[in-house]
């Protein structure tokens, strides 16, 4: 079993509407997480940061923690074209010293 | 400039042939990482390191060699380039304590 898993895609929502992405973990002793957002032939650039269990809101972003059932999600409100983009996620190992990402999950938002 | 350099951005390298790809940060970060990007497998971490001449290996270093002499300098060679080594390589930066990774620009690489 991988460390992190994502659901690919691709994802398609119409511009305005609510996108979800899961992200499910191995590690139950994780305690940080992580979205990345990244542009087709760009790098990963750091979008939320989530590390108690519940909601954390930044703007039209919000990522939710569930350590329970090992997953975390980001819930991206009033949708945009330029949301358009792979969203990674990732969680860092129990040293810290290494990230494990997903696979990324391809989001479409349609005009 | 500031921030998290890579050169040469795109390559294209014969099989066999020793390739190096350079990584340089301007923000002092104690840590550094290579990783490479693949379809159906994301970002998978070659080597990282912690400090100036602390390196360890990640989930895929076979083929790959790092040094770091300098704390602003990573590079990544390839010994002995493989078709399967052919990827978009990113190099990233962080400081203990904080998880955010800094990813630079990335190295397109075909091997042929």
């Known amino acids: 079993q991988k460390e992190v898993e994502q659901n690919s895609g691709p994802l398609s929502v119409p511009e305005g509407a609510i996108a979800s992405l899961n992200c499910t973990y191995s590690d139950r002793g994780s305690q940080s997480f992580f979205w990345y957002r990244q542009y087709s032939g760009k790098s990963p650039e750091l979008i939320m940061s989530i590390y108690s269990n519940g909601d954390k809101e930044d703007g039209r972003f919000t990522a939710q923690l569930n350590k329970a059932s090992q997953y975390v999600s980001l819930l991206i409100r009033d949708s945009q074209p330029s949301d358009s983009a792979t969203y990674l996620c990732?969680?860092?190992?129990?040293?810290?010293?290494?990230?494990?990402f997903g696979t990324g999950t391809s989001l479409t938002v349609i005009p | 400039d500031a921030g998290i350099t890579q050169s040469p951005r795109y390559k294209i390298t014969e099989t066999g042939r020793q390739v190096t790809l350079m990584c340089h940060q301007t923000?002092?970060?104690?840590?550094m990482f290579w990783y490479r990007q693949d379809l159906g497998h994301g970002l998978r971490l070659i080597y990282y390191?912690?400090?100036?001449?602390?390196?360890d290996k990640g989930e895929v270093p076979d083929g790959y060699v790092v040094s770091r002499s300098k704390t602003e300098n990573f590079p990544l060679t390839l010994e002995s380039a493989t078709r399967s080594q052919t990827s978009v390589y990113f190099c990233?930066?962080?400081?203990?304590?904080?998880?955010?990774?800094?990813f630079g620009p990335g190295t397109r690489l075909t091997v042929t």
């Open positions: 990732a969680v860092p190992s129990n040293t810290g010293n290494q990230f494990y």
């Open positions: 390191s912690a400090a100036a001449d602390i390196t």
């Open positions: 923000w002092s970060h104690s840590y």
């Open positions: 990233a930066s962080s400081d203990p304590g904080d998880y955010e990774q800094y």
